[in-house]
């Protein structure tokens, strides 16, 4: 969240003036972009994709649904939501990024997935859609690098459907010192050096990193949401309470 005292920001570990660090996120996604879904099946060891297979489980998704997958990126959301839902519903993919958007609109092309997808460029802060669009609005792994959390939070309330979900898909804090020993270790040694070798820039992987211890946990993120609005606010800890699934409805 922003500082309104002297109007700065972190960027990972550093304190920036608010107005740049949407540039200076943008950099990290264009610069990992192209290789973005092999570093996040090494990064995970391939447990991404059981976290994100539970946050649809967790939606209730159902077909004729119309679904906003913010932040997301190369689509690995959008993929499944867009069998689920059907012809008779569509798929918003939504991300800030033009290199992530790209990537995600060519692989789920050439893989096939046509005809109830949208492809929108978008500030999670000041989302573009009309009040009460959405059944579902999922943010996988991006909320973190969001400047303004909660007004970003407001927005995805806006337009949400009255009975609509909001599904919340992060990094987060584990309270098992080993885990977190083990995990600090793992973040700060080894994902910067596979970013290294697999996308020549250690830099943006190491932002990554940092990026995620400063992310409100779990309790603080629920409270967010409630103050945005949000009814029923859950949350499901995963991998031992590193990454964490928050809920809330829009009642």
Do not use: C
Request: glycine share 8%; proline share 3%; net charge neutral.
């Amino acid at each position: 969240m922003a500082n309104n005292t002297d109007n700065t920001t972190h960027f990972g570990y550093k304190d920036v003036p608010t107005e740049e660090k949407q540039a200076m996120v943008a950099d990290v996604f264009h610069s990992v972009a192209a290789k973005y879904d092999v570093m996040n099946d090494l990064m995970s060891f391939g447990v991404h994709r059981l976290w994100k297979r539970f946050t649809i489980d967790m939606s209730g998704v159902r077909p004729g649904n119309k679904v906003l997958d913010l932040a997301g990126g190369t689509g690995d959301l959008t993929k499944k939501f867009s069998k689920i839902v059907g012809p008779s519903g569509k798929v918003v993919l939504a991300d800030i990024n033009s290199s992530m958007l790209e990537v995600g609109r060519e692989r789920l092309t050439n893989e096939g997935y046509v005809g109830n997808i949208e492809y929108v460029q978008a500030n999670a802060q000041y989302l573009p859609f009309e009040d009460n669009t959405f059944d579902i609005i999922t943010i996988a792994f991006g909320l973190r690098n969001v400047t303004d959390k909660d007004e970003a939070l407001r927005s995805m309330f806006r337009v949400l459907k009255p009975g609509g979900r909001l599904l919340v898909l992060e990094f987060s804090q584990t309270k098992n010192p080993l885990l977190k020993k083990a995990y600090d270790l793992y973040s700060f040694t080894a994902l910067p050096f596979m970013g290294k070798l697999v996308t020549n820039d250690s830099e943006s992987y190491k932002y990554l990193a940092e990026s995620i211890r400063m992310h409100p946990d779990q309790e603080t993120l629920k409270g967010m949401m409630q103050d945005a609005g949000f009814n029923r606010v859950t949350y499901h800890n995963m991998t031992g309470g590193m990454v964490a699934l928050h809920r809330g409805i829009k009642v």
